[in-house]
């Protein structure tokens, strides 16, 4: 087994970079074709959702592997290689095995159990037939994890562990409410009709809502989910079907709206929003800071119409190099003039010194005093310095500011999109709760592990060592069989020769001869080839099959025909199956 994977997930890289390298149903499929194209792959899968990315083959040289697949991941994605790199995970052989099966389980996913994963391989494996990219490892593999997911999911109560990820982002909306108790008659709006999108106006509709409307590029789609909607009788949502471009009109009349589009760019933005909130109360819509934010987090003022560029601090260098305030540190905000607020003279004197390309000893500043003329210039200078840079830093610890309490929420806003759909400016609109897959990472770090979660890992391990196995003696298969066809063409060949020597046989001596030689080859064979089949299935029994060929001189050549002979019944029987399915689906 050769099997490599490498990806990226909200595990190991930031949600920014995920966004970046997301890549379309075009970019998944073109990455596909180039990696089976590329020499060290034979098979290729693409596993991709909203958060991670990850790359399946079978290679022939583990270091050639890793270097073409992380280069190809960079390339249609369209983020450097020197940038990804660090981000970049990868497991080999078992270990690829162990965390696909991990995946499949929903034990590698943002909510622990959720079991949307499984739809999202079993796509992801039905594209790489359609494309065939997938050959018979990552056939079995990938179904043998759909099998142990399910398994997964009956045998424990991993369920209990987790949910869907829009039942954990409305939870989050909610912001600790009961969320039937929260949903009951409110009016939603899902952008866009895929699976995701799908799921998250099914469970609208289960919690309560008392209105869906439906928004997506294609009109039709949109109405097929209506009728879905309407026709369960486990609910009695009122739903409707709406063009795209009726969307900022239905904003101002939703208070949830859930969005899950394959958009490369931003369906709603800050302006968008800022106009439905607005529609809703009749007042402007103030920018602050996003809810629940402390001073000195990561998220600082951001503008409504642009995204937030950090503006470097003009000083003796340009920038913040050798400036004696350690800016580097957390707890400096870019607030404009008001940061001169609470910054003892001292520190002030410093500041506008290094401006000046000087240098002052801080301590023996305090203890001279301060100058209220020279501190009268200082301050103006900071001023002129903030007007033209545009920021100043702040003192480390501020005086404590009054902050404006934020007026409750009158719409929610779920983005589950990536890259995302909605600006990541919403989160400071007062009136808007914006949940986006960033929050969402945040909040599922703290979550509860259910104590069912243990049991997976044990299935897991499990399902790894019997497929490695299976796996390992399969590989020995096509040696043994070469065996048994050289030796029964030794058979044939000497009763040829006895056939020349005792020309008056008669057919029943011959036949009789015939089978008591064929018995005692398959005597002689048995225990040693069952026993290969054995051993090669242990862990490092691959290289029994190269010491079979060896003590019995098998041509590799015959060999080799015998696994190409497999693989093309397989391929064979997978094509009849697809053809099979696809009659049974009928019309998409």
Known sequence: MSLLVVGLSHRSAPVSLL?????????????????????????AAVLATCNRIELYADVD????????????????SEVGLEELTPYLYV???????????????????????????????KNSLARAQELHTAGRLLNDLFQQALRVGKRAHSETGIDGAGQSLVTFGLEQLSAGADVRIWARGKKALVIGAGSMSSLAAATLARIGVGEIVIANRTQDRAERLVQILTEDDDTDVSARAVPMDAVPLELTRADVAVSCTG???????????????????GAPVTVGRAAGEEHGSART?????????????????????????????????????????GIDAATLEQHGTWVDNGTVDRRESAR?????????????????????????????RPEPVAVTPRPEPVLFVLDLAMPRDVDAAAHRLAGVRLVDIESLAEASADAPMAADVDQ??????????????????????????????????????????????????DDKHRAEITQTVRRVVDKLLHAPTVRVKQLAAEPGGAGYADALRTLFDLDPETVASVSRADRDSDDSEKHDDSEKHSKNRGPA
């Open 91 to 121: 497991h080999y052989e078992d270990r690829a095995v162990h965390h696909l099966f991990s995946v499949a389980c929903g034990l590698d996913s943002m909510v622990v159990g959720e079991g949307q994963i499984l739809g999202q391989i």
């Open 61 to 76: 040289k583990f270091h050639a592997g890793v270097a073409e697949l992380s280069t190809l991941l960079a390339q249609h």
């Open 263 to 281: 958009a490369t760019g931003l369906v709603l933005t800050a302006e968008t929003v800022t106009a439905a909130v607005e529609g809703r109360t």
């Open 368 to 396: 001279a005093g301060a100058d209220p003329e020279t501190d009268a210039e200082l301050i103006t200078a900071l001023a002129a310095t903030a007007a033209s840079a545009g920021r100043v830093p702040e003192h480390r």
């Open 456 to 505: 997976v890992r044990r299935i897991v391990s499990d399902e790894v060592a019997a497929f490695g196995a299976a796996l390992r003696a399969a590989h020995i298969t096509p040696t043994v069989v070469a065996l048994r066809t050289m030796a029964a063409d030794v058979v044939s060949s000497e009763i040829a020769r006895l056939e020349g020597r005792l020309p008056s046989l």
């Open 301 to 341: 003022a951001v503008r409504t119409d642009v995204r937030e560029t950090p503006v470097p601090l003009v000083g003796a260098a340009g920038a913040d190099e050798n400036c004696p305030l350690d800016l580097a540190e957390p707890g400096f905000s870019l607030m404009g003039e008001s940061a001169v607020a």
């Open 19 to 43: 966004e970046r390298a997301s890549l379309s149903a075009d970019g998944r499929d073109k990455l596909l074709q180039d990696t089976v194209a590329a020499e060290p792959a034979t098979e």
